[in-house]
């Protein structure tokens, strides 16, 4: 079965510090990688991608992720981490086919602590 | 990039009313619109598929009385929900493929609508 999982509900960081959020799918197919950020109340915004090439992806606000195929893992990482990042971060993994849809996370809750 | 509206952003509705969420891609053709929901402190979760011209799919679970799905253009897709009850109240969140990018799957995700029925 295709399935995304984020094995960390919640997780608290200390402002500056560095944050990993976890991410491990199950796909048949050659899958497309995405990362999502949430702020309460609002749409999804597109952190980063990964369809092929570079292993290592870079993002916007700083954040990176490195897909690894022979872990299934697709983990987000960010070096410091500013109070404005706490949201909910989602995984989520695609196929390049028309008319197919994003399987979906259920997401990690970040919290910044000062 | 590419942007994706969703109208209203938030609308208050009685129960057993009707309510029409637009979904418009503002500067690309959107062959595919998805439809998710997402209920407080949850993921998102598929809905249906519509693409422009034919008939939604729907995912299991979803009942396609109730959540009427009408793609009539490549830049506007809606979805209305029928008889509206409280057990309705939720986040919907679309989605639009853009068919001129190629082969990548990459979806643009509108802003979302809240939905609440009293």
């Known amino acids: 079965a295709q399935s995304v999982t984020q094995p960390d509900i919640h997780i608290t960081v200390s402002e500056g510090a560095s944050l990993e959020l976890r991410c491990n799918y199950s796909y048949g197919a050659t899958p497309y990688l995405f990362w999502y950020v949430q702020s309460p109340g609002q749409g999804l915004q597109l952190l980063l991608k990964y369809f092929s090439g570079d292993t290592l992806v870079q993002g916007i606000k700083g954040f990176e992720a490195e897909f690894k195929r022979s872990q299934s893992s697709f983990n987000l990482r960010k070096p410091s981490v500013h109070w404005s990042d706490a949201a909910e971060y989602f995984c989520?993994?695609?196929?390049?086919?028309?008319?197919?849809?994003?399987?979906f996370g259920k997401g990690t809750t970040l919290s910044v602590s000062s | 990039g590419a942007v994706v509206s969703q109208h209203p952003s938030r609308v208050i509705c009685k129960s057993g009313t009707s309510v029409k969420i637009e979904c418009r891609s503002l500067d690309f053709q959107a062959t595919t619109m998805f439809w998710y929901r997402q209920f407080p402190k949850q993921s998102l979760m598929l809905m249906a598929t519509s693409n422009e011209g034919s008939k939604a799919t729907y995912e299991q679970g979803v009942e396609k009385d109730k959540f009427l799905i009408n793609h009539a253009s490549l830049t506007l897709s809606t979805l209305t929900v029928t008889s509206a009850h409280p057990e309705d109240s939720s986040f919907y969140i679309c989605?639009?493929?853009?068919?001129?990018?190629?082969?990548?799957?990459?979806?643009?995700f509108g802003p979302g609508t809240r939905l609440t029925v009293l």
């Open positions: 989605s639009a493929r853009d068919g001129g990018m190629g082969s990548y799957n990459e979806q643009f």
């Open positions: 989520a993994v695609g196929a390049n086919q028309a008319g197919t849809a994003l399987i």
